[in-house]
């Protein structure tokens, strides 16, 4: 989030420096978000950020060629910090910035019509420099980042020789743990948070933001060079009070942000602001506040494991048990409570703001993995629902889901193993990928059957074959950005119930752990990896009648006809008044949100039993 203005008032204050023999440890998320800007710079001929949307491949490759130059530059990078978990003080924030980002998605939904050429996202990025700092376009940065962006490179590090063992989730914030690590061991923080300047960072901690990071094109010696911030150094030169150092500055600039650079720092020397406002100060200073020292690691070693393993939000939502937490090794967090129902902020996906959000078909593939930590946790920590947030306009606590029960948990795991044994037995020719996309298809298509809808699958097909669209010139309308939004979204919905069914099966001993979780973990081994995930540039390869595209069309006809003919009389059954209509999708969407095991079927997955 950062201070507004501590950056450009200290800026004269900062060294440029070599980096060559630096010790560096990395902010993940802003790293993440980084590479992400690096890539669209890489788009000229895109006009909006849908076009220029990098795929999750390029933008991982890109992000290993980055930190491979930190590297070459003799740069040694100790450590890289990803946020596993988000204080309840926080929550406000965080329902400014969805509502921020639904707003955006909002107006540019009601700008473009046809909001992405057929030709683009062009599957090869034109070269760009990794240490370039000219701006994106604005037109570019006019909807959220793409939403797998921080958990795409995530996992990239983790199964990279290199990075693996030097990238690490936190049970807290990315920037307390980088913090902590320099105060320690000094060395440089690669940030674009500006609120690393006013942690504790110890004497020899110094802040470098990316964008300052820079390659001379007239030294062939590789050896890159930054704007190096050191706060301890930069108190002294402003005489600061020792015993408040740049938090007094900090401080002045929060209460008023309006003001110049000699007038807060005339103040700051002073400590007005602290004086006449103490209570707020020690709030202010509660999120800069360092981490206690670290315990001794616990006997979970493998359930810890998986822990630091574990994408942001999937962490989030387990961290808030008790047990769980201690195991992580959390500082205690004011706030938390386990008798609350969790809050989880799933990644927001770029949809049709009009239409169903994209997430909802695979809701009970989430409300699953969210009931089987209860498993895991001793009863008092259990709960009965949490509280999922996806689009949304105002401040509310979300949408409700409520959880299966314990007991209920086998049969759910079974239906999904029965469900993927089934697509294998109808589908013998497809690979894991392809059958994990079946799967998502099925979960669309029974979805539309409950709901009246037409499966946005078949809408798909529908789309594909108007000659507006299906010439290289033409353009993708909002039901295909729908499509591959909601595939994505069914897609990641099973990563998570991966990762969770195997922080499960980590516990000890091992005969509490149900068979059927078990079987349903060796079973999700084979989801996707983010790289693999169809987007929108599948449709532009489709258009183009790649090979890749014409594989994609040809896997999404074979699924569609063995799942056709049992949902069609469903989907499209007799008509009837739009009243009666209305009544019944109001009656279905709340079946859907029921636990899975209470739902009107024994089998949450059963479209296919028909078949």
Known sequence: MGIRHLTTFLRPYAAAESLDGKQVVIDGPSFAHQIYYICLRASPGARNALEAAPSYQILVDTAIAWLDTIRESNVEIKKIYFDGFLPPAKLDVRLQRLQNSTHQLTQFHQSNNEPCRSSFPQTNSTPVSLFQNTAVRSGLTALPALSFVVPAILEALKASSIYADITEVVPGEADLYCARY???????????DSDLLVHDLGHDGAVSFFHDIESSENDASGILRAQIFQPAVISDRLALPNSHGLHSLAFEISMDNHGTFPK???????????????????????????????SDL?????????LRRLHPRTSEYVLHFPSLARIASQPLVSGKSASLSPHIFLPFLLDCPVRTNAWEVSTATRQLAYGLVNVMVPATEQVSSVFEHRRQTDNSDGRELMLPEVPDISGACIAIVETYKELKKKLPEFTEKQLWMAFAVHQDMEWSAM???????????????????????????????????????????????????SLVVSIEPKTLIPEAVR?????????????????????????RKSEEGLRFMKGLKDILKILDSSSSSTASGPSKSRKSSR????????????????????NPFSLLESG
């Open 264 to 294: 807060l720092l005339t103040r700051a020397q002073s400590l007005k602001a602290v004086k006449e406002n103490l209570q707020m100060f020690e709030d202010f200073l509660k999120e800069y506040a360092p981490l206690p020292i670290q």
């Open 519 to 543: 079987d349903l973990n060796s079973l999700l081994s084979s989801v996707p990896r983010l790289v693999d995930y169809p987007d929108l540039g599948t449709a532009s390869s489709i258009i």
């Open 451 to 501: 709901n009246s809808k037409t499966p946005i699958s078949q809408l798909l097909l529908q789309r594909l074959a108007y000659p507006k669209i299906s010439d290289p010139s033409g353009y993708f309308g909002w039901d295909i950005v729908q499509f591959f939004a909601q595939l994505q979204g069914s897609l990641y919905s099973l990563r998570i119930l991966q990762q969770i069914t």
């Open 583 to 602: 009544k019944k999708r109001k009656r279905d969407q709340a079946g859907s949100e029921l636990p899975v095991g209470k739902a009107k079927s024994s």
């Open 182 to 192: 320099l105060e320690k061991h000094g060395g440089v923080v690669f940030t674009s």
């Open 298 to 306: 616990p006997t979970d070693v493998e359930t810890l494991r998986v």
